[in-house]
């Protein structure tokens, strides 16, 4: 599986960003999808999680209310809508996906294939 992710940049606080991940090489319907972000000096940690339908979600304490995570399993992609963005969001994020059961995992180790990283970064 070949996970791309785009869409991030510089953007001032209180502002949005929406991050896209494009995945490839297995069916995509059949991966649930994380996104995770690591700032300098920091470990890796859980943003959001998505099911394999998009019915279920699941989000880190400090984004919830602030990032909507979605998926499009017609174009292979899934999304994180970031708004009303804060100077401590500014990391490289990170979208995985899993093809165990269950679907929503908050932890590094539970998935199985990641993406190379895009750099979100909030001026104050």
């Known amino acids: 599986v070949q996970l791309v992710e785009s869409g991030g940049g510089l953007v001032q606080a209180g502002g949005s960003l929406r991050l896209s991940c494009a995945a490839s090489g297995r069916t995509f319907s059949g991966l649930a999808m994380g996104w995770f972000r690591q700032a300098p000096g920091k470990e890796r940690e859980f943003v959001a999680a998505i099911s394999r339908t998009g019915g279920n979600t699941d989000y880190a304490g400090s984004v919830k209310g602030r990032f909507t995570i979605s998926r499009d399993n017609a174009k292979n992609t899934a999304y994180l809508q970031m708004n009303s963005l804060k100077s401590e969001d500014t990391a490289v994020y990170y979208c995985?996906?899993?093809?165990?059961?269950?679907?929503?995992?908050?932890?590094?180790?539970?998935?199985?294939?990641w993406g190379q990283g895009t750099q979100v970064t909030v001026s104050s």
């Open positions: 995985a996906a899993r093809y165990l059961l269950p679907d929503l995992r908050v932890g590094v180790y539970d998935y199985n294939y």
